[in-house]
């Protein structure tokens, strides 16, 4: 109705049409030369890595707190690298390396900016129930018949499905193993329904993840070193994000997150046998109860 009126009023009219390129300046989106006035961030999120959206959570919450208005944006690895590439995405804080992502942040490096790593702790593994008959994934081929030969994964675009089918099997003729790919949640499932069942089960993981709290499992030790050593976890953005919203980029460069700590927000999301779509108020209940620690994040 404003906008209206100006327009029918004919004095007023060039000073209507600069106060709506004005407003249009202040108010526009991220990406568009708004700058920190725009306020609104997209956060891209790697479908089934819980430790990705355990840490998505906590920032969407922290961020709205401080008056920007952000949102969730779910998808597999690849189309969030993309997404955050294209601009469609302002950021994600799951991305791996040295090995894990390192194709994605190779094949986008142009149009990415890499924050650096809040977490060094995070590792790929092959896991077994504790009690299972092999130790290493050397005697895995050997073995495989008690497993029901099958090689439990996750999405078929991960990272840790890549590594597998490129390095683990190949190294450790596990080829006549059934490697099943569909999605973390599928994979987990099978994990516990074997668990209960007192079945042996291999699964594709990574450290940091609540199971290892929930399920007595154990990693199989990988001689040959497919899966890497230890990898950090690092937060990138598209470009331009640190010139649109450079509290939020400091906020972010900043970033550190310990596992045991991660754990802790973790096990409360996710060890649980409530189907939970969202987070929100369980994740804004652990920061009241690591206040102090949340109040660091945007100082």
């Not at 997209?42 to 008056?67: H, M, Q, R």
């Not at 409530?274 to 209940?285: A, C, G, M, N, S």
Request: proline content about 3%; glycine content about 10%.
């Amino acid at each position: 109705m404003k906008k209206r009126h100006l327009l029918s009023t004919l004095v007023l009219g060039s000073a209507a049409a600069l106060a709506l390129v004005g407003c249009s300046a202040d108010t526009g989106n991220a990406g568009n030369g708004g700058g920190e006035a725009g306020k609104d961030i997209t956060i891209g999120v790697f479908n089934g890595w819980p430790e990705g959206e355990a840490v998505s959570y906590l920032w969407k919450l922290a961020l709205e707190d401080k008056g920007y208005n952000v949102d969730l944006e779910y998808a597999d690895a690849g189309p969030v690298f993309q997404g955050v590439a294209g601009g469609d995405y302002d950021v994600a804080l799951d991305g791996w390396l040295p090995l894990t992502h390192a194709a994605y942040f190779d094949e986008f490096g142009d149009d990415i900016v890499d924050l650096g790593s809040w977490n060094d702790d995070a590792k790929l593994t092959i896991a077994v129930n504790a009690d299972a008959p092999v130790d290493s994934l050397a005697d895995l081929a050997a073995a495989s018949d008690q497993f029901g030969g099958r090689l439990i994964g996750i999405e078929p675009g991960a990272g840790l499905t890549k590594a597998t089918q490129e390095n683990v099997i190949p190294t450790y003729g596990l080829e006549g193993m059934d490697y099943i790919t569909s999605s973390t949640p599928a994979m987990l499932a099978e994990l516990s329904s074997k668990l209960d069942a007192g079945e042996n089960v291999a699964v594709t993981l990574w450290r940091p993840h609540w199971a290892y709290d929930a399920y007595d499992i154990k990693d199989l030790a990988d001689p040959d070193g497919t899966l890497g050593d230890a990898e950090s976890i690092h937060t990138f953005t598209r470009t331009g994000f640190d010139t649109d919203f450079p509290e939020v980029s400091a906020w972010l460069k900043d970033f550190r997150m310990d596992s045991d700590m991660l754990f802790s927000l973790e096990n409360v999301m996710y060890n649980t046998d409530e189907d939970i779509t969202d987070y929100t108020d369980i994740v804004r209940q652990w920061m009241t109860e690591n206040k102090e620690w949340v109040d660091s994040l945007t100082v």
